[in-house]
């Protein structure tokens, strides 16, 4: 069985998250987008437990490596201050710098 996480939110932004949504293999299910992904995991790590944050922070990190975005970007950038943190901005930041070398 895979696992899966789940995060309750609000009417509004369910409606937010489903508009952007992609089909998934399993008929009916769907899947949140990219970016709408990224928020959640970095909402997660700001409000989320400890026993959590490494888990989210190692997604988000294999999120951005395997679709090779760059936290520098603008869109990016805003995104995860708005649902994250200045501390985890930098955090992924320093990371993606490490990784170039």
Do not use: W
């Amino acid at each position: 069985m895979t696992p899966v996480d789940l995060m309750f939110v609000n009417d509004s932004t369910f409606d937010k998250l489903l508009a952007d949504a992609a089909p998934a293999p399993v008929d009916g299910a769907r899947v949140v987008s990219l970016h709408h992904l990224l928020a959640l995991k970095c909402h997660a790590i700001k409000f989320g437990h400890i026993g959590r944050i490494e888990k989210d922070l190692d997604d988000v990190l294999y999120l951005l490596r395997v679709n090779k975005l760059d936290v520098t970007r603008p869109d990016l950038r805003e995104l995860i201050l708005k649902h994250g943190t200045k501390e985890l901005y930098e955090k992924l930041e320093r990371s993606q710098q490490s990784e170039r070398g």
